[in-house]
């Protein structure tokens, strides 16, 4: 655990950055690591509005998997909580963040459910580039002092461990669920939807 701590520490040192960073660059980093995530309910969003029964099947249950994925990162932090890099003096903090544990990676954790999700339920351009989206994610959060490098694996780990958990039960009850959110888009909707601003 001793070899595996101090390899976390060197990469993030490897990928943080000092206070001699262009100031362009940071605040790339910025909105990639704060910003960026807002593009996924956007996304849910869109693959629900336009797509088929099947297509939003695949949207909630990607939807689900990050969902399940952050509330497995908060168990794991009760069970095994880990400093974040500022909390231990380590490299330069660009932007503030409380000090609460940083394994796993929620940003991350949510950027692989959802891509992981769309790639392997055949929505696989989305998929990739929801996925790349959360690479940039992750190398903005590290950049930023907020995260270790392991975190970002941690998170896919989860989220991937999660899409197998999910899979089995969402071919039982996924139908079902999209039958129910279905009927309560159109019934909280239904004004919109008979005026054809939204889709059926």
């Known amino acids: 655990m001793d070899r595996l701590e101090a390899l976390n520490q060197h990469l993030f040192l490897s990928i943080n950055s000092d206070s001699s960073a262009p100031a362009w660059l940071v605040q790339l980093?910025?909105?990639l690591g704060d910003y960026l995530i807002y593009l996924i309910p956007?996304?849910?969003v869109g693959l629900w509005l336009r797509g088929d029964t099947a297509q939003r099947s695949v949207a909630l249950k990607a939807c689900l998997v990050a969902l399940l994925g952050v509330a497995a990162n908060q168990l794991i932090a009760v069970v095994w909580p880990h400093p974040r890099p500022f909390m231990i003096g380590l490299g330069h903090t660009w932007i503030p963040h409380a000090a609460d544990s940083s394994f796993p990676s929620d940003h991350m954790t949510v950027f692989a459910?959802?891509?992981?999700t769309l790639l392997f339920d055949g929505l696989s351009g989305w998929g990739s580039a929801t996925l790349l989206c959360g690479l940039a994610v992750a190398w903005a959060?590290?950049?930023l002092g907020v995260h270790f490098p392991l975190d970002?694996?941690?998170a896919v780990a989860v989220a991937a461990l999660i899409y197998l958990l999910a899979a089995p039960l969402w071919r039982k009850a996924g139908s079902a669920c999209v039958q129910l959110a279905e009927a309560l888009y159109r019934r909280l909707l239904a004004g919109p939807i008979a005026a054809g601003w939204l889709p059926r």
């Open 29 to 31: 980093a910025i909105g």
């Open 42 to 44: 956007l996304l849910l």
């Open 113 to 116: 459910g959802i891509g992981l």
């Open 141 to 143: 959060r590290v950049f």
């Open 152 to 154: 970002m694996v941690g």
